[in-house]
Structure formats: C-alpha cells, structure tokens
C-alpha cells in the first residue's frame, strides 16, 4: 500500500509539542508501511476511530497495528450493523460509490459516520452531489448503474439529477470517453443537423435495399440478439418518473440515450454519425413513454451488420442511415389517431391510420415526461472465469491500429467491436474454448441458436463474416506478420475479470513471450471508444496455483 492510498481525517494528539510533530510527519508513511494482510488490494476500508498510546517512535506502528485489527472486523457497509461497526469494508471502488449513491439519494449519508470524509460532497445539493460522484469514475458508469443494489434507486436517481447535472455527468464522459463531439451535436444540434433530420424523416427508410434489387446470393442466416430495442430503451423507472415535459435535446434524456447505447452498440458513439445515431437514440428513448407503436430504431441497428455476405457488400451511404435519425414526432395527450413511425411501411398505410403532418424540425420536440426515467441497462453480466485462450485479447490491439481508424468509425452493429473481433479470430483459426466461447456470446450480444444456453460456440460460428473482414486481415498481417499472430492464439491460460465497464487479463509472467512483446501485442490497451470498455493486461500469478 502507497502513502497515497491513506486517508486520515481528524487527528489529536497528546504530548510535547516536539512528539507531535514527529508523529504527524512519520504517521502516514507508516500506515502505509503496514501490513495490511487482511486487506484485499482493490478494498477500500473506512475506520471510524483509532485510539492507541505510546511515544513518538511507537505511535505510528501501533496506530497501524490497531487499524488493521479493526480492518479484520469491518462490517458490511450495506448492513444495518455498518452504523455501529468500528470499521467498513467496500470491496472495490464501485462498491464505494454505489453505497454513497445509494445513501444520498436516500437522505441518510449526512447522518452515517462513514461518509464524514466526503463533507464537502454532502455540503452540496443533491444534484451537484450526485454528478460529481457519478463523474468521479466516469468510464465505471454503466457498471455502476447496473449493480444490483442500486436497481430500487434508480427512480429516484433520474428525479434528483437536474439538466445542469445532467450536463456536468456527460462532459465527464465526453472528455474520458472522446465522444465529446457526439454529445455536443446531441445536446444542441446545428441548423445545418436540424434540416438534414427532417429531410431524412419525410424519407423512406433506405436500410435494406429494395426487393428487385437485392442480391440473389443467400445470406448467413442471422443470429438473434439477445437483447431487443425496447428491452434497451424501455424505462424501469416510468412509474416513479415526474410529470412535466422534456425535449429530446434535454442533457437527461441524452445522458440516458448514451448510457442505452453505451451498453448496447458502444461502437456507433464513436463512428462518423455518432452525433446523428445518439439524436436518434434519444428520440427513441422518448417515443414509447407517447404511445404503445413497437419502437424500431434500435430493432434497424441491432440488424444492421448482421446476415453479412461479400456479394452484398456495398461502399457505405450517408442515406443509409436515414431512418435512424429520423425524429419521433410529438403524440397528443388524447390520440386519435396512431403517431407516425418512420420506420413503418409506406407500401399500403393501414385504413384506419390518416397520414400525420411533419414536424418543423427546427421546433423544440417536447414529448411525455418519461425523459427523466432511467434507461434500462442490461442485466448484471459480469464474468470471472479461466481461459486456456488468453491470448484472444490481444487483438484488440490489432482492432485499435491507428491503420484502421477509418474503418472503426464505419462500425455501428450493436456490440462491434466484441463481433469484429470474433471475426478476426476465427479468419486467424482460433478457437475458443467454452469458458471463453460463454463470455464472447455474452459480449457480443448473440443467443444460441438452438435456444440452449450450453452451446455458445456454436453460436459464435454462425456469426457472419463482416464485410470489410479482408481489409481487417490484411492489415493484420501487415503489421504485425504470421509468427506473431500465432504466438498470441497458442495456447495461454488467463484469468478474465469482466464487468460492463472494465475487462482486465491476468495472464502468468512465466508466459511473457519476446515474439509477442516486439511488436506490442500485450501492450495495456486502456479504453477503447469502438469497445466501450477499458481493458487491463497483468502479468502476475494471475489466480493460477503452481
């Protein structure tokens, strides 16, 4: 433990004024020197008081020793027995910041002892506080809105944050994410975006070519998804949402659009028509709170890039996206008649559906109040598991080649990144095993094809080849060559620590390989955008026994 890692309230000590001074200047570092046996390094323990004697030399060791005493008997903070503890223990920093959220958004942490170091948080109003904290660990956002514990507060979480917090928790991401630029555009689009939506709604939707022009090669049959538009954009927080209006362009309902596809296509925030595809997105997230007419902008992208073959393969086209930035259109509080879709058929309207007149599109779209609801995140789906494949995980250094920046911008398939680099793999020959093959049906978003969950490998092999797949392969080889490639896909047992927001390998140090080294393969990748997750590489024991 670093000096770094103590944090020491009030101190008060009794003796000379020559004692004290050397016990406040060797205090720290020793608490730091301690052995902190029983503390897990990722831990974060809150003691409430120590109180130990002795001289100036003995105070710091002893002050140590009686801290780690009190750290073995640390309560649960989650347990009512935390108020009356000595000591808490929070199993890592999410675990942290879901308990405070959790507190203040109860009305309880400015009377729990454990929070007196975050005075200054609590001194300010709940809003403020809130997207501080949440801005704290931004790129830990969609892991911590996920965490089981935080499911009942959610409601009310949506109904504290204000727009101005709003605002403030999505430059927090912007600025650690890089998708400043798509948050921007969302948040106050140009005159120049406002008339290409409108052009774009009075379209038909140009996501699949027309019948008599469509390849007549047979297409991989597609894999379903695990997940459907409305199971990503629909709210579990409606009934608990205020009554008032928002427009699509309100930070809330942008933070939640973001929050939506940072879960479900990470890699359409950092393409070309990021700006464009969040727009959509909040649209969407607002358009089933107005009506039960099924929502269809995430159904078009969770089908986009799927059933791929190389005789369809086409240069891509701006319009193409047309209909998902087609804007929702505001719905009456009493209908008559059924709000338009964009995504409908224009073929044969139904009888009973008179036409809808267009929006100006330069107007404010204010819509029911169900923006300040939270997005519904996908369920808890964090893996730890041992791999005999561990060495997968370096090609996400070969996706992240500066060489393909142009081709990551053009992904928008929901969870790209994970599929492209299935893709990648198998073109390599790599197989994974079921450990590892579980985990990248889980990430990629794909259900077993036979609707039995024991058979992800299978599902992984029918995932289709992505049309640029050669492109990907040649700079692969280029790069990196053959001898190095198959020095990463031999076998290289790992542990794999997975959450929504972080992935971290542990590999062992006894398989550092210099054909691997060279060229970079095991190099940290960090956060990756076209990912939406940050990824850790460590060589150590790695949970592995000799």
């Keep these: 433990?670093?000096?770094?890692?103590?944090?020491?309230?009030?101190?008060?000590?009794?003796?000379?004024?020559?004692?004290?001074?050397?016990?406040?200047?060797?205090?720290?570092?020793?608490?730091a020197r301690a052995h902190w046996s029983d503390v897990a390094d990722d831990a974060i323990v809150v003691v409430r008081r120590v109180a130990v004697a002795g001289t100036a030399a003995e105070l710091p060791a002893r002050a140590a020793a009686a801290t780690e005493h009190l750290a073995r008997r640390a309560a649960d903070p989650w347990s009512s027995a935390a108020d009356a503890a000595d000591a808490v223990r929070f199993r890592n920093a999410l675990d942290y910041r879901a308990c405070l959220v959790r507190d203040l958004l109860a009305g309880t942490a400015h009377g729990r002892w454990l929070w007196r170091h975050r005075t200054a948080l609590l001194a300010r109003p709940a809003a403020e506080a809130l997207a501080e904290l949440l801005g704290e660990d931004a790129l830990a956002l969609p892991a911590l809105l996920e965490r089981p514990a935080l499911r009942d507060s959610l409601p009310a979480l949506w109904r504290t944050l204000d727009a101005p917090a709003a605002r403030s928790v999505l430059h927090a991401i912007g600025t650690t994410t890089g998708w400043q630029s798509a948050i921007t555009g969302a948040l106050d689009p140009t005159p120049h975006e406002r008339r290409a939506g409108a052009r774009s709604a009075s379209r038909r939707p140009a996501l699949e070519a027309p019948p008599n022009t469509r390849s007549t090669a047979r297409a991989p049959e597609p894999v379903a998804p695990t997940q459907t538009a409305d199971s990503v954009f629909r709210s579990a927080a409606l009934r608990a949402a205020p009554l008032r209006d928002l427009p699509s362009t309100d930070p809330r309902v942008v933070l939640q659009a973001v929050l939506a596809l940072w879960t479900h296509a990470p890699a359409a925030l950092a393409s070309a028509n990021a700006a464009e595809t969040l727009r959509a997105a909040a649209e969407t997230l607002l358009a089933p709170a107005a009506t039960s007419t099924p929502n269809r902008h995430l159904d078009r992208l969770s089908h986009a890039g799927r059933g791929h073959h190389p005789a369809d393969a086409q240069a891509p086209d701006p319009t193409q996206n047309a209909a998902l930035r087609a804007p929702a259109t505001a719905v009456s509080a009493h209908p008559t008649v059924a709000p338009y879709d964009p995504f409908a058929s224009t073929d044969t309207p139904p009888d009973n559906t008179p036409p809808v007149a267009p929006r100006d599109a330069s107007a404010p779209h204010r819509v029911s109040s169900v923006a300040a609801s939270s997005a519904t995140l996908p369920p808890a789906a964090d893996h730890d598991f041992h791999t005999r494949g561990g060495g997968f995980f370096f090609l996400l250094n070969v996706l992240d080649l500066p060489a393909l920046r142009?081709?990551?911008?053009?992904?928008?398939?929901?969870?790209?990144?994970?599929?492209?680099?299935?893709?990648?793999?198998a073109t390599l020959g790599f197989t994974p095993d079921a450990p590892l093959a579980a985990f990248l049906a889980d990430a990629c978003a794909l259900a077993p094809d036979d609707g039995s969950p024991d058979k992800p490998a299978t599902t992984l092999t029918r995932l289709p080849r992505g049309p640029?797949?050669?492109?990907?392969?040649h700079t692969t080889l280029r790069h990196y060559g053959e001898t190095a490639l198959r020095a990463a896909l031999a076998e290289r047992p790992a542990h794999v620590i997975a959450t929504r927001s972080h992935v971290d390998i542990h590999l062992r140090l006894a398989?550092?390989?210099?054909?691997?080294?060279?060229?970079?393969l095991?190099?940290?990748?960090?956060?990756?955008?076209?990912?939406?997750?940050?990824?850790?590489?460590?060589?150590?024991?790695?949970?592995?026994?000799?």
């Design 406 to 425: 142009d081709w990551r911008a053009r992904l928008d398939e929901p969870q790209a990144g994970w599929r492209e680099l299935v893709r990648l793999a």
């Design 1 to 31: 433990m670093n000096t770094g890692d103590i944090r020491v309230g009030r101190v008060l000590l009794r003796g000379t004024a020559s004692a004290i001074d050397a016990a406040r200047a060797t205090l720290p570092a020793a608490l």
């Design 522 to 546: 095991d190099l940290d990748p960090g956060w990756l955008p076209w990912l939406g997750r940050v990824v850790h590489f460590h060589y150590d024991s790695g949970g592995f026994t000799s």
């Design 468 to 473: 640029e797949s050669g492109i990907v392969l």
């Design 511 to 520: 398989d550092v390989d210099l054909d691997i080294r060279r060229p970079g």
